[in-house]
């Protein structure tokens, strides 16, 4: 499949590394769906889009081929790769373990004003939904998980899992309109942030374990519905 062009626009930030900023917005378009599995990506068509030369072109794709996003054939061509289910199981793995332990501390600590700002990010959500509008549904859903990251003081820890969950989060982009997982979502947040409000620490960890199993025990329906996106499992 050929890129045509890339969705959206870019605006160079002077003030920041060219390399990374080309890999966010690689990233965020693979990540969201808006370039399919499959799309190549030529590196002098890149280098036009964003109006820089080719070897930040280059290294940014080189740290997409590193996060699985990508695949590399040299002297040939960049295509987007097809959804990783190992990376996104481990990814997967990665999370639960540091999500559930993170709920069972904030639950205990009740950071002050994490309760007004999960339920503002709650509400912005809910409004995302009702406008239909998926795209600002997903930022909200990072925002509310991120800030929650940073009110257990693990912040880097955030980074770390973003970094690791390309294929798991395009596998949660797939599911996301489907079978009212939009809706689901958010009554998992509103659980997960009414246990920690209420200071339930096993309830607050079955929420956060309910709300992360959802899209990957829907593998066969997500594999079925989009059979050229997700790679088949091995052997």
Same mark, same amino acid.
């Given at each position: 499949m050929a890129l045509q062009s890339l969705p959206g626009n870019f605006n160079l930030d002077r003030s920041r590394n060219a390399t990374v900023q080309v890999f966010e917005h690689l990233r965020d378009l693979i990540v969201t769906i808006a370039l399919e599995p499959g799309t190549v990506l030529a590196r002098q068509q890149l280098a036009e889009y964003f109006k820089l030369s080719t070897t930040p072109i280059r290294d940014a794709l080189l740290r997409l081929e590193e996060e699985r996003l990508v695949d590399i054939y040299p002297q040939h061509l960049t295509r987007v790769s097809a959804i990783d289910l190992a990376s996104a199981r481990q990814a997967h793995v990665l999370r639960l373990s540091v999500e559930l332990e993170m709920a069972h501390q904030l639950s205990k600590q009740r950071p002050p004003n994490l309760d007004g700002s999960l339920s503002d990010l709650i509400t912005r959500q809910q409004q995302a939904l009702e406008r239909k509008d998926l795209e600002s549904f997903?930022?909200?859903?990072l925002e509310f998980h991120r800030t929650m990251y940073a009110a257990a003081d693990i912040a880097d820890l955030w980074d770390l899992v973003r970094r690791l969950s390309g294929n798991l989060d395009r596998l949660r982009r797939l599911h996301l309109p +489907?079978?009212?997982?939009?809706?689901?979502? +958010?009554?998992?947040?509103?659980?997960?942030?009414?246990?920690?409000?209420?200071?339930?620490?096993?309830q607050a960890r079955e929420a956060v374990r309910h709300h992360l199993s959802g899209t990957l025990s829907e593998i066969d329906a997500l594999r079925d519905k989009y059979p050229d996106f997700v790679l088949p499992p091995p052997g």
């Open positions: 997903a930022r909200i859903d +489907l079978n009212s997982k939009a809706r689901r979502i +958010l009554d998992d947040h509103s659980a997960i942030a009414n246990a920690i409000a209420a200071g339930a620490s096993d």
